[in-house]
């Protein structure tokens, strides 16, 4: 069984800083691309940031230039650094990550639980 867990979430000031991590473990063969998202209340889940295995990152219009994702493959884990946070920010943040069971399989989609990032204004 894979389990995603997140960490790092809490209460900050706008203009504030967090670091989001997400540790994979279980059954892991390999990981394609992790990704974080985040549901605000009343509103769709959107994809903040996602990183592949060779590096390459996306991230959503509203938080470039802010906030950085990175990756460490050998500890299944990947961070998501947060600066210059504003109220909008406020959500639930999902670590999401492709991840490949065994050899022979196709990768599949795994969620963590979420960690609430609140941004007082």
């Known amino acids: 069984q894979v389990q995603l867990v997140e960490s790092g979430g809490g209460l900050v000031q706008a203009g504030g800083s967090l670091r989001l991590s997400c540790a994979a473990s279980g059954n892991i063969y390999h990981i394609n691309a992790m990704g974080w998202y985040r549901q605000a209340p009343g509103k769709q889940r959107e994809l903040v940031a996602a990183?592949?295995?060779?590096?390459?990152?996306n991230y959503a219009d509203s938080v470039k230039g802010r906030f950085t994702i990175s990756r460490d493959n050998a500890k299944n884990t990947v961070y998501l650094q947060m600066n210059s946070l504003k109220p909008e920010d406020t959500a639930v943040y999902y670590c999401?990550?492709?991840?490949?069971?065994?050899?022979?399989?196709?990768?599949?989609?795994?969620w963590g639980r979420g960690t609430q990032v609140t941004v007082s204004s």
């Open positions: 990183v592949t295995s060779g590096g390459s990152t």
């Open positions: 999401n990550a492709d991840i490949q069971k065994y050899w022979y399989n196709d990768a599949n989609a795994y």
